[in-house]
């Protein structure tokens, strides 16, 4: 769903291969493109509003964290999951590449995580909830500029190497959300079992495929690494 969460964040393998191109769009969707680009808007700008949100709930509040922060900031993030979620879609009748499955299942977990697990009582007053909530926001503001302008180089580069601090963050954050509401008593079996694939996405995926796979695109840009094209060209020599 597009809107690396770890959910945001692994997102980031389907974002950067989200980008709009006119050679893979689908003649169904394509009298649709000018939406794509309004909602591509509107997701930045959405984004944006949450971490406005972020800021004027918690910096007035510090070090404590409102109890009320996951319920104010609840609806505008549901609301740009939706925006994630016609990404997803797209990617199935085939008007942007990407991992149909892969994207289905984070953004159904993402949207567990807002509905189940950041709002429970146990997390209330952490700053569990304000960490998700701000690797998701960074994570996606830095993401749809890549969109927005396509063409452009320092777009990319921002994409690439933002989520290398943000998955982490948020990953962590998450399972450490759903562990803490899986053991509590009163969360219902369907949920903790909903629970417990998150945490081995979080705890098992994320380290092994999915942040490796973040280090391979965000360090060459940092000129820290080999990127494929440098590999190819001294292959080629």
Known sequence: GACLDLFSYISLLIAHTAMP???RRSSVVAPLSPLFTVLNYLAFFGWSYVLYLVSVLLLP????????????????????EGVCIIEVLRIAVGDLPGNLLL???LHAIRLVAITQVLSHSALEGLW????VILSWAVTEVSRYPMYIFPNSGVCRSI??????????????????????VFVQ???????????AGMLFVNGVLG????YPALLKKGLPVLGLGTSKKSDASKKKN
Do not use: C, H, W
């Open 21 to 23: 191109s006119n050679s």
């Open 103 to 105: 994207g289905a299942v």
């Open 207 to 210: 380290p092994t495929m999915a």
């Open 128 to 131: 569990t909830g304000p960490a």
């Open 185 to 195: 008593s009163d969360t219902d079996v369907l949920v903790k079992i909903l629970l």
């Open 61 to 80: 509040a510090l070090p404590s964290v409102p109890s009320d922060f996951i319920a104010t900031v609840q609806t505008p993030v549901l609301v740009l």
């Open 159 to 180: 994409r690439m190497v933002v989520p290398l601090v943000t998955f982490p963050i948020g990953a962590i954050s998450e399972g450490y959300g759903a562990f803490t």
